[in-house]
């Protein structure tokens, strides 16, 4: 039987109350199911588990895989919805999955070993490009997906807010109405909407074999492509040098190998950077500042 961590428990009443606790305290019985439906042996959870609850396990055949728990099934619902997208195209293969019991059977990366292990950060990128390259596709007919604008909704609620009150409105109003421009010009301008992973960083790209990487953890959203470059660039930031000569030696390189438009990529991490801090503000945190650090390195890419 496994044994859920406690610490696990506590972040699930963190984010969804007490259902969330009930939702945890009944994981051994889903996963005691799971084994039978999908036989598998259950063996050990990742160590680090945070909105979902990840178990390594072993198939019949022997080779290892990986079942995703969540409580948020129409997330994990979309998850697989996109890799089944980007079969063959460098996502991890889904094995099976049930959306009412909010499980998900996974191929397991082998080695496994994260893309931030890459610590030559020219290489890193270049390895980047080489799996952003290969992973686009056209939007699917009737799409599930949310749009940009709709990923995008708490700058508008931040407005929604903070107009017409007598709350003094916390963020910079510039930077606000800056991302407010850049987003509603890269919507507008978008040639062609992919569906895109949304959630494309250090720790999603996973070696898989000698040479291939494979990608987890997709979000999907429907938009530009330069956006998908962003969480990427949010990570180890100073990795090999400041800040600022991090990002633009990235882009550089993203435009190179990808032929991506620097400003458009820019301005996307303008816009993200607002975003950072209107999320910040909503979940009642007062660390906003990081959102707005991001937008304004961003911004001088721009200049």
């Known amino acids: 039987m496994i044994v859920i961590p406690d610490n696990f428990i506590e ?47 072993k198939r019949s055949n022997g080779k290892p895989a990986v079942l995703k728990s969540s409580f948020m099934k129409d997330e994990l619902s979309r998850e ?19 959306e009412e019991w909010g499980v998900a059977l996974l191929e397991g ?15 890193a990128t270049d390895l980047f490009c080489e799996v952003f390259r290969r992973l686009h596709l056209p939007t699917p007919t009737g799409s ?18 903070f ?19 850049c987003l509603a010009y890269l919507i507008t301008t978008t040639s062609e909407n992919l569906l895109l992973h949304g959630d494309l960083h250090h720790e999603n790209i996973l070696r898989q074999g ?13 938009g530009d492509i330069h956006f998908d470059t962003i969480q990427f660039l949010l ?22 190998r990808l032929g991506l438009d620097p400003r458009r990529i820019a301005m996307w991490g303008v816009a993200r950077g607002v975003l950072e801090a209107c ?8 660390d906003w500042h990081r959102g707005i650090q991001i937008t304004e390195r961003f911004a001088k890419c721009l200049d």
Not at 240 to 254: D, F, K, P, T
Not at 279 to 286: F, H, N, Q, R
């Open 80 to 98: 697989v919805s996109v890799l089944r997208a980007y079969e063959g195209r460098g996502a991890i293969h889904v094995l099976d999955a049930d």
């Open 11 to 57: 972040r699930m009443h963190e984010l969804h109350g007490k259902q969330g606790v009930t939702w945890s305290e009944a994981l051994p019985g889903l996963i005691a199911d799971s084994e039978s439906r999908f036989n598998f042996i259950a063996e050990a959870p990742f160590a680090d588990l945070s909105y979902n609850f990840v178990l390594r396990v």
């Open 235 to 256: 990570n180890y930031e100073d990795r090999g040098g400041n800040c600022e000569q991090v990002l633009r030696g990235r882009i550089a390189i993203m435009a190179d």
């Open 210 to 222: 000698e040479e291939q990487w494979g990608v987890i953890d997709p979000k999907g959203i429907i």
């Open 109 to 123: 990366a082998n080695p496994g070993t994260p893309l931030s292990s890459i610590q030559d950060d020219a290489q």
């Open 279 to 286: 999320w910040t503000i909503e979940d009642g945190g007062t």
């Open 144 to 161: 599930m997906y949310p749009s940009m604008r709709q990923h995008f909704a708490a700058i508008e609620r931040y407005r929604e807010r």
């Open 163 to 181: 107009d017409d009150v007598n709350i003094a409105a916390p963020l910079p109003v510039s930077w606000v109405e800056n991302a407010e421009e």
